[in-house]
């Protein structure tokens, strides 16, 4: 698993960026954050999203719940259940009328 240039940490969702001096380093989010003045994320390279089986939404993988979480069986996706609908169950679209709730 490639881990953090600068602290060693990260998961399999590290992000991949490049850094001024055109150095592709692994960088994860806390580090990112401090980091963004100098790195710039190559984008496309490494696209990893997870679709929710119940709500049929593109989360991050993160949002999946880890037991639930599989190989969807294409490049660089993944299945499972996200949280939001293990919290509040899969009434669809629930992530649509959360947005229209929130007034956007
Ligand atoms: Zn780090
Ligand atoms: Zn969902």
Do not use: Q
Request: aromatic share 12%; hydrophobic share 30%.
């Amino acid at each position: 698993m490639d881990r953090c240039r600068f602290c060693g940490g990260g998961d399999r969702w590290i992000k991949t960026c490049r850094t001024l001096s055109d150095e592709i380093v692994r960088c994860c989010d806390p580090c990112y954050e401090t980091l963004r003045k100098v790195l710039v994320i190559v984008p496309g390279e490494h696209t990893v999203f997870a679709r929710c089986d119940s709500c049929k939404g593109f989360v991050n993988p993160r949002e999946i719940v880890p037991g639930t979480l599989r190989p969807a069986g294409w490049k660089e996706a993944y299945g499972g259940t996200c949280r939001m609908c293990v919290l509040y169950g899969s009434e669809p679209p629930w992530n649509f009328r959360a947005l229209e709730w929130s007034g956007y």
